[in-house]
């Protein structure tokens, strides 16, 4: 009946937008501003010095927590293990 509970106490292992969920719930709760957000992840190591370009494919889509600070922009917060 909690799936988030679940998710943060028992599981602890699942896509990332189960972490990006968990963390605008959590944010929230404190009375923090928070949204989830998606978008393609441009991974570091998969920078292409002879071209000069990150390759981003389908299978880059993540999910991430955004966290609204008082002069109104947006903070990123990365909760998912193994992201940048």
Do not use: K
């Not at 509970?5 to 009375?31: H, N, V």
């Not at 989830?36 to 441009?42: M, R, S, T």
């Amino acid at each position: 009946p909690n799936p988030v509970g679940w998710f943060l106490g028992e599981s602890r292992r699942g896509p990332d937008y189960l972490f990006a969920t968990s963390a605008a719930l959590l944010l929230r709760t404190l009375c923090y501003p928070a949204r989830v957000c998606l978008g393609y992840y441009a991974a570091p190591a998969a920078y292409d010095p002879g071209t000069g370009h990150t390759p981003v494919r389908r299978t880059d889509l993540h999910f991430w927590a955004e966290v609204r600070l008082a002069d109104g922009h947006w903070l990123v917060v990365e909760p998912t293990p193994g992201y940048e």
